[in-house]
């Protein structure tokens, strides 16, 4: 048999995760920033995909007839609320445990949502497309960063949204996402992050061209230890941030 082709998957990451997968569902958890940083995600993902496809945010189902892959999907944080909002949604991640978690979750609610083992570079490399691609919190902890934003591209529909949010390389947020998330606020294990696979926007952007897709907008999630509060600030990239892009129709 021949060598393996490249892959994203990075073994230590799938086994860090791996660890505390039965947490992802516990809102006090080592998943509470993400409980907490949700509902901006959600908002943000529904708001951009209306105005794109012109249909009404509010609606309740907006994303009717849409079809959403949730790459890096985890225990389904975000793909449960998709299907809520009408998408039929496909949720993917490299570790097992995570998928188990996230359908059995899903079953509870009485959602179908399409659950998978698997990686962005098989599913691209098999000919999967989709309206939407969700890439969140998920880039930073990949193997291979020009693979997975090629791959993700590549699953976009012409005429498709792509949606991403990552960790920019900063001083700042290693100060904030890495030191004090990890080591003075205890939100997150330690480990979690690696502040050298942080992103900057501008290589997000360019390893997104390489499959296809032109960024449409960059906004930054700042949070509010006062109202302890998650919100979206244009002027403000400096830890967090989320974009997304569209390919041209064909």
């Known amino acids: ?3 393996a082709g490249p892959t994203t998957v990075d073994p230590g990451e799938i086994e860090r995760f791996s660890r505390i997968a039965a947490e992802w569902w516990d809102p006090a958890g080592k998943f509470a920033p993400l409980h907490r940083l949700n509902p901006v995600r959600i908002g943000y993902i529904r708001d951009r995909a209306a ?19 949730d790459i890096g999907c985890g225990g389904g944080l975000l793909s449960e609320p998709m299907a809520r909002l009408g998408a039929a949604v496909t949720g993917v991640d490299a570790a097992e445990k995570n998928v188990r978690v996230a359908a059995l979750h899903a079953e509870g609610q009485a959602l179908a949502i399409d659950y998978r083992q698997g990686t962005a570079e098989a599913l691209a490399q098999a000919g999967a497309q989709f309206d939407i691609v969700l890439a969140l919190e998920i880039v930073e902890h990949v193997a291979d960063v020009d ?7 590549r699953m976009v529909k012409p005429g498709g949204l792509l949606f991403l949010s990552t960790l920019n390389r900063t001083p700042k947020a290693w100060a904030l996402a890495v ?17 050298k696979k942080f992103l900057k926007p501008s290589e997000v952007v360019n390893g997104l061209r390489a499959g296809g897709i032109e960024a449409q907008e960059i906004v930054g999630v ?12 244009r ?16």
């Open 147 to 153: 693979l997975f934003l090629k791959s993700c591209g």
């Open 222 to 233: 700042v949070y509010n230890p006062l109202s302890r509060a998650w919100s979206l600030n």
């Open 235 to 250: 002027r403000d990239l400096d830890v967090n941030y989320m974009l997304y892009g569209s390919k041209p129709s064909s």
């Open 1 to 3: 048999m021949g060598e």
């Open 179 to 195: 030191a004090g998330a990890e080591y003075v606020l205890r939100w997150l294990p330690r480990g979690t992050h690696d502040w």
């Open 51 to 69: 105005q794109h496809w012109q249909r009404d945010a509010l609606s309740g189902a907006p994303l009717t007839g849409l079809s959403v892959l």
